[in-house]
């Protein structure tokens, strides 16, 4: 079966670092995507990444191993509003997108 | 900026009632996604439209659902003889090549 694993809640502090890990066991590889959802929102777009490696975008950045199904969400220079669900999403052979449980991000002053 | 529309935003029915949920995908998007989200839980995919017809269904998209694109624009999901177990959000989204986009969501609440 195909099966993505993040952590469920993480907490850390306004101004640091956190690195949100994602693992995945798909059929068939066409890219991962990490998306943001604030509650009771729809998730945004964050990143993507289809060749493995590190993609930077502002505060945020995205890696991805393929060979080891894995991929982690870098947010730096925490800010409260950073407080949100961080949803993984692998599309697999067929393009459809498989998605994480999320991981909820508290941040604390 | 454009974006994905859905309407209505909120939508209460009775059990055992038919409701249509809305969305206007963005106008030269060629995939359209139907995705629920039980309160709490996972985003769960449901259904992917793609050249007027259905191109992938999850095993939750069963006889009581149905997807239409009736016009050139609006993309719909029809919900029959709704349960308290739909109750949920529904996010319409639509994708070019890389990512989709999402609606803000209809919020069914089936009582």
């Known amino acids: 079966g195909q099966n993505i694993d993040q952590p469920t809640e993480m907490t850390a502090t306004e101004g640091a670092i956190v690195q949100i890990n994602c693992t995945y066991q798909t059929s068939g590889f066409n890219g991962l995507f990490w998306y943001q959802q604030h509650a009771g929102e729809a998730p945004t777009f964050l990143s993507y990444n289809v060749l493995d490696g590190l993609e930077e975008k502002g505060r945020f950045s995205s890696f991805l191993s393929r060979s080891k199904g894995y991929s982690y969400l870098l947010l730096k220079e925490l800010q409260m509003k950073d407080s949100a669900s961080y949803l993984c999403a692998v599309r697999d052979s067929n393009y459809q997108l498989i998605w994480g449980a999320g991981t909820k991000l508290i941040i604390k002053p | 900026e454009p974006e994905v529309t859905q309407t209505p935003s909120h939508q209460v029915t009775q059990m055992g009632q038919e409701v249509i949920l809305r969305c206007v995908p963005i106008?030269?998007?060629?995939?359209f996604y139907w995705y629920r989200q039980i309160l709490g839980q996972k985003v769960e995919f449901l259904v992917s439209f793609y050249n007027n017809e259905i191109s992938e269904k999850s095993e939750i998209f069963d006889d009581q659902f149905s997807v239409e694109r009736p016009d050139g624009s609006n993309f719909t999901l029809k919900i029959r003889s709704t349960k308290l177990e739909d109750s949920a959000m529904y996010f319409c989204?639509?994708?070019?090549?890389?990512?989709?986009?999402f609606g803000q969501g209809t919020r069914l609440t089936v009582v």
């Open positions: 106008s030269n998007h060629l995939y």
């Open positions: 989204a639509s994708s070019g090549r890389v990512e989709a986009f």
